[in-house]
């Protein structure tokens, strides 16, 4: 059975940080590039940051370049998004996602920046 569990998130004030995790079973991690997308009421589900499966390559949004970090620990199934300096604009809930020759996602984890 696949699972993707994401958690992490919660309620942080403008400026603060926040670190995501998602922890994946079921499948061969090793084999699957890993993402997080964030979607927010009445919009579309948006990429947020990607790595591949070998943990070499990393991509990000513009809107996140220089503060957030994705990483994955393969020994733990697990991958991490650090969010550093969080603007009220992240507030979404936030999803992990595993793609090879599936697709997999997670349940989502809410993210609120608010003061």
């Known amino acids: 059975q696949v699972q993707l569990v994401e958690s992490g998130g919660g309620l942080v004030q403008p400026g603060g940080s926040l670190r995501l995790t998602c922890a994946a079973s079921?499948?061969?991690?090793?084999?699957?590039?890993m993402h997080w997308y964030r979607q927010t009421p009445g919009k579309e589900r948006e990429l947020v940051a990607g790595?591949?499966?070998?943990?070499?390559?990393?991509d990000y949004a513009d809107f996140v370049k220089g503060r957030f970090t994705i990483s994955r620990d393969d020994g733990k199934n697990t991958i991490y998004l650090q969010m550093n300096n969080l603007k009220p604009e992240d507030t979404a809930v936030y999803y992990c996602n595993a793609v090879h020759f599936q697709n997999y996602w997670g349940q989502g984890t809410q993210v609120t920046v608010s003061s």
């Open positions: 079921g499948f061969i991690f090793t084999n699957y590039a």
């Open positions: 790595i591949s499966s070998s943990g070499g390559l990393t």
